[in-house]
């Protein structure tokens, strides 16, 4: 089935001379390095057609790649390929009704339909994972760069091989990627790991003011006012959720911030066994079932999630005992 539906993703690329590359809002590595990496392995293979890679710059991310500026008219008669995006409402810059047709690659669990082609694995690693699947599988070609790209949202999104979704198969891609590519992995944690002092303080900051509940919920809530005080932004702040885990007395947590630029709170959790994703699709978001993110109006709707969360917490630990 999956190399059925790589192939007809092959032929959909090189029909369509003007190809647009989306991803989700609030772009973590993974999302940009599968679209931006994508993009260059189109624009390798086929170098007469117009790729634009496209959605919300992320400053913190930008030795990923540049994006494109968005045209509404690039999309006539236009093929959309959007990447680790499971629903419509949050790919990030354009609207998929306004292209001839489209293609999803995700990783997530479905949610919704919106592509003509939809190739969804959720025992994939990573969006990057089935980019690279996606070129090693057809006639696509892979770039150095681009292979750097992957690797990037690969190992982002795994959390260096440790989440419970890296397989044999994510080590054998990556392995072939790796020798084929010719690539000097261990430089490209430089850019992933590497930060500035002021952020080193702002984790501080927030293990200083997680709260845990009873049943091993944690969280700390970040107003705009304290982010302007570390000059950090919000997707700082939801970036160093992953630097939480391994703390014995948390089953699940959250870092839960203002995004004065989106005027909303964004949120990011994790979990070490109670499934959060579905209490995420309460609250405007969604994800995989040990991550997932959040999106809502105000601070005022944090109260309802940590309750549903910290419910969560309570009904695994209880299977646990029973």
């Known amino acids: 089935m999956n190399n059925r539906i790589k192939k007809k993703i092959y032929k959909m ?40 890679v496209v959605g919300y710059p992320a400053s913190k991310f930008k030795y990923l790649g540049m994006l494109d500026k968005w045209q509404p008219e690039l999309a006539k008669n236009a093929l959309l390929i959007v990447t680790d995006t499971p629903d419509k409402k949050r790919i990030d810059g354009v609207n998929p009704d306004d292209f001839d047709k489209v293609i999803k690659i995700d990783h997530h669990p479905f949610i919704d339909r919106f592509g003509d082609i939809e ?28 292979a750097e790209k992957l690797y990037i949202g690969l190992i982002a999104d795994t ?46 900051y927030i293990l200083n003011h997680l709260k845990i509940t ?27 959720v992953n630097r939480f885990n391994y703390i014995d007395e948390i089953l699940a947590w959250a870092v839960f911030s203002e995004d004065k630029n989106n005027n909303n709170v964004r949120g990011s959790i994790r979990s070490r ?26 601070l005022d709707d944090i109260e309802g ?18």
């Not at 599968?34 to 624009?43: D, T, W």
């Not at 990573?126 to 681009?146: G, I, N, R, W, Y």
């Not at 091993?216 to 932004?233: K, R, T």
Request: glycine share 6%.
């Open 119 to 146: 190739w969804i694995d959720e025992t994939a690693s990573s969006a990057s994972q089935m980019v690279m699947e996606l070129v090693f599988d057809t006639k696509l070609k892979m770039t150095k760069e681009a």
């Open 13 to 52: 690329i090189k029909k369509y001379p003007r190809i647009v590359i989306a991803r989700h809002v609030g772009a973590d590595p993974d999302a940009l390095g599968s679209s931006i990496g994508l993009k260059q392995i189109i624009e390798a293979t086929f170098p007469s057609k117009e790729v634009y």
């Open 273 to 298: 066994g109670p499934i959060i994703n579905e209490v995420a699709t309460h609250y405007n978001g969604g994800g995989h079932i040990y991550a997932a993110g959040i999106r809502v109006e105000s």
């Open 305 to 322: 999630l940590v309750s549903e969360l910290d419910q969560a917490c309570k009904e695994y630990k209880d299977t646990m005992v029973s």
């Open 159 to 204: 959390n260096r091989f440790l989440f419970y979704y890296t397989t044999p198969k994510t080590f054998q891609l990556v392995s072939r990627l790796i020798e084929e590519n010719k690539i000097e992995f261990t430089k490209l944690y430089d850019n992933l790991y590497m930060r500035p002092w002021k952020e080193a303080k702002f984790e501080g």
């Open 214 to 240: 009873d049943n091993g919920f944690a969280y700390a809530v970040i107003s705009e006012e304290v982010l302007e005080q570390h000059n950090v932004d919000a997707a700082t702040a939801g970036n160093m």
